[in-house]
């Protein structure tokens, strides 16, 4: 199998779209910006989505089910959540179609004009605090911890297979709460459970940090954020959680009574992840031979390939180590494929990012032993085939264990803490990645870095200490360092 | 507790509508005829779909998904399909909103129309079809057996909670073989899932037929349905599977090189099951003290109420049962809420369907039993605490049985052969349900067979045996009963 992959050395853009390819993950549809998910893209991000949904679950959370459509003056209720939403959105006006009386085809039936014109949801906060207003009416009905897993629609110009869809599926959790505290809590919560998620799962270390007010949600009083850092050097937002204040209550005239009897406006939060994860997981790890992934979220953990072809003899001894592997919870496919030699399959299986391949011969049959590949860092070695199942066992959670290291490596290579505007720049175009910074804490600043340098602020880091300093930009005083970088 | 349900003798219409608000089911969203699918009827759906998804795999069907956009011109592809679906649909013109220059709010931007006109899929075999395209190139390609889990949207005049939204949520199949005779079996296949689903999960009996001409799927050569009897004598359709011949693949062209070298049309199918199941449900069961659950579905199995309210005796008690329960894999809740009385409590766990509820007091106790109330028959017995936790497991299989074999002798006092037009109307009017009798074989008489009765062609039935007869409407000759009903 000839080399399919382009080198990210030699084009990045290019690399991504061949490894998605190559990986069978997804592929744009006929629709303008959305894609269609592939079954091996659909399947890893059904792990993603069953470990998230009991994350949620463990915490209190249940599932339920909102309205795709939005009625558009429902938008303009938040101030300043129609600002960031009502844009670029689907806009249904009609609500039939029929045939054409000058020809063939389908035309809209210019009587079938929908009084209200309804949008394709962008995000769900206006018709879920809308339906909040009827449930919540006491402290007794409070909290509600509610996730709905969706398809939404933000109509984008420039699209990237997972990274930015103009259809996309989601996460989006609504809660509402008693008082400010417990929301703040809650929208804290959330992050730390993102965060968790991506770094035991996906094997993708991420910074949690809170917005600067210029990226915030729109609607939101504080968004916190998990940043991750992409193999190009550029930052990858991969979840939010909002603390929304009373604003969403305010808009849609949610109340409830407390403990003494008086009325109250509620506390509101909003978090949500995307199929955008799936994005980050391919750049957080893939390598010139296509797709590597973590164990824990590989839909094929191992592969088993007979050399040169099947054989009873080779059969028996892979139905063992199948039986015995499925046994302890590890996915695991024998390739019999009659039609596609042993060399075919490797490349095969390597574009598809499984984390381990045992190849099985007549020879090494004869040795005791099986080659055992990994995916990760391409060493092979052969094993003896007793003890084979812990071997493996325990080699995919090193695997999931360097796969985590080597990208905190990464990131930590590529954080560099500047102190002037020059250096700022210099380590923005020549290595990328994390730019730690003074900043005076203003927008204008803010925006004015973004114009010259492409970089946006990323993030204050939970983590960040006070120091003292002077903006990197405006040199006034400065209370902490900020992270930049330029993002996707 | 007041009694909240309007009995179903009295009004069976509100009565549905009672059981669904005081099941914490669904209700009305602001979006007309678009639901809010509440937290314990998501849960429920929850459970359909973990199960029949499973049920997918394991006959070899993976997942993958779809654009909820269809080009317009996409839907006139396909000559019947058209007609079908083309209607009454979601139409998004524009993609772009802006603020009102004459006043607040927000308007659509004129300058933001869409080239095509874009539909809210109403269902995905022409999208889906537009991609096998370009992944159907050999028989080595097929057979392709793919799964969607998706909202839909049909523009529905009459809505009705579950049972016919606006929107909806559904899986739909879409299968591509080489041949007539795989299509066919995999539609047969499909139909049987869907079968066993409804009886062994749902405790729903349905037959198994095929649709009459008018009565098919636009697009297909055979709709093959299963179809259940519901308490007020009207049938539902409760899952469909199409045999869609090559009509598909002429539309979209989808050739593959057979073994031999020959370009030919892919054979498909198409099939699919809906959150309509979930009214099914709850009509097959359900009593005027609100929703009956099958224990295979109920996401509460087992409520333990203590009696007058919690104390630590009986808090031990409660937690060695649960402990016991769970571990049985019995979803088991300990009703501690110190507000409600015992009650309130029971008739709110009634009006959820919550199958078992174990009362636990301190006479109870130190009589060494529990109180044992099961929901579909509403029978309390008192239980020796020893070998409780057997006892209920027993019980819980025992009441999956026992609604599922009510169910069917309900059906089974509900179906009649008719010889005549007479009795055909008069067995309609005066105890509904299934009437087998024999039909010519045209749409003709069955067009006017439903235009002077409301009884729509249900099915043949998959196990009707040639019989010779004749048409209860003209007289022509028949050579087989088919079964007749209205509908929802």
């Known amino acids: 199998m000839a080399k399919v992959i382009t080198p990210r050395s030699e084009d990045y853009s290019k690399w991504y779209v061949d490894v998605v390819k190559h990986g069978s993950m997804a592929e744009h549809s006929s629709v303008r910006g959305c894609m269609v998910i592939k079954p091996h893209g659909f399947a890893i991000w059904e792990k993603m989505k069953g470990q998230l949904d009991k994350m949620f679950k463990d915490t209190g959370h249940v599932n339920a089910y909102f309205p795709l459509f939005i009625p558009k003056s429902f938008l303009s209720r938040e101030a300043e959540h129609v600002e960031g939403f009502a844009k670029e959105c689907a806009v249904v006006t009609h609500h039939r179609l029929m045939s054409d ?4 085809g389908l035309i809209v039936d210019p009587n079938a004009k929908l009084e209200e014109e309804l949008v394709v949801r962008p995000t769900s906060e206006t018709i879920i605090w809308d339906t909040y207003k009827t449930w919540i009416n006491s402290y007794r009905d409070l909290p509600l911890l509610i996730n709905q897993w969706a398809n939404v629609v933000r109509w984008e110009m420039r699209t990237r297979l997972f990274l930015r869809t103009t259809e996309f599926l989601w996460q989006e959790g609504h809660t509402a709460h008693a008082s400010r505290e417990e929301a703040v809590e809650e929208a804290k919560l959330m992050q730390k459970i993102y965060a968790q998620f991506a770094e035991e799962w996906m094997a993708m270390p991420v910074i949690q940090g809170v917005k600067t007010a210029n990226e915030r949600f729109a609607g939101a009083e504080d968004t916190y954020t998990i940043e991750a850092l992409m193999q190009d050097g550029k930052a990858l937002q991969a979840g939010t959680s909002h603390f929304l204040g009373q604003n969403f209550a305010k808009a849609f005239d949610v109340k409830y009574l407390n403990q003494n009897n008086k009325e109250e406006y509620v506390w509101a939060t909003s978090w949500g992840v995307s199929t955008r994860l799936v994005g980050g997981l391919i750049m957080s790890h893939s390598d010139d031979d296509g797709l590597v992934l973590p164990p824990k979220l590989a839909p094929t953990q191992v592969v088993i390939v007979p050399i040169p072809k099947p054989s009873p003899e080779i059969g028996e001894v892979a139905e063992l180590i199948m039986r015995e592997l499925k046994a302890k919870g590890v996915s695991v496919k024998y390739d019999t494929d009659p039609k596609k030699r042993p060399g075919f399959k490797f490349a095969e299986h390597e574009l598809h990012g499984v984390p381990v391949r045992l190849g099985i011969g007549k020879r090494d049959l004869e040795k005791g032993q099986v080659e055992v590949a990994r995916r990760d860092t391409k060493e092979k070695t052969s094993q003896p085939l007793k003890g084979i199942v812990c071997y493996v066992t325990d080699l995919l959670d090193e695997i999931q264990k360097n796969l985590f290291d080597r990208a905190v490596r990464f990131r ?68 902490g360092r900020i992270l930049f970088a330029k993002a996707y």
């Open 101 to 104: 009386p000058n020809g063939k």
């Open 412 to 479: 930590e290579e590529r954080t560099t803490s500047v102190d002037n505007f020059d250096d700022f720049k210099a380590v923005l175009n020549e290595k990328g990645g994390f730019v730690s910074a003074h900043w005076d804490g203003t927008t204008e600043t803010e925006l004015k870095i973004k114009e010259l340098t492409k970089a946006t602020a990323r993030c204050i880091p939970n983590d960040a200490v006070e120091e003292e300093g002077k903006c990197v930009l405006t040199g006034k005083p400065s209370k």
